[in-house]
């Protein structure tokens, strides 16, 4: 009897150890691999996507605008039309009337309260400044700060169009 139970024991353990062998060649063999074998990538297993240091856009982007000298930004035109005028009396409507007031002598509804007034922008000295400076200055504000930065409010599609319109006032 014991020996028949050894035998049977024998039996099964050949046979545990021949199916071992074969799933074992058979996954040894195998060519797409194991799923617990292959990369898994659970969410926010992998770190996120960080930019470089010093990475900056290749074309356009406020960052390079700002980034670039007053004297070397220029209008997209050459010669400003009736509608691009026309849009830029809206925006100056929008943005700038409450300060520089509607005959644009700094008596604006807010402006009138500043001391010294708003810039006259029909002066000699805004008629004198470059697109690029104008730009600059709507953007990002004068040094004292007395000129808001609208970077953030106006398209700079749109900031150039009120720019052609100032300028258009003394023409
Ligand atoms: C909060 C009030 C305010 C608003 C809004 C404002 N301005 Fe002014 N702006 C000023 C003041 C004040 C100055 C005078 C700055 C100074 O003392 O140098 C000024 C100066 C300027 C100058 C002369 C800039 C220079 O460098 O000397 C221009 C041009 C100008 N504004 C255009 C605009 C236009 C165009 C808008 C609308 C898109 C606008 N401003 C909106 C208050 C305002």
Redesign the pocket.
Known sequence: MIKRIAVLGAVVVVLALGIYAVVTVYDNLMSAGRMWETPAIKPHERPVDTMAEGVVPFSGGEAQLRATPAEELHSPWQQADEKIIERGRT??AR??A???GKNYDGMGT??QS?S?L??D?TSP??RA?ADG??FH??SYG?P?G???P?HAS?TPGD?WR??AF?KSLSE
Do not use: A, D, K
């Open positions: 925006v100056y943005f700038c409450h300060c520089h807010v402006g500043f010294p708003p810039t922008l000295e805004v400044m400076e104008l200055s709507i004068t004292n007395r000129q808001p609208l106006i900031r009120v720019i100032v």
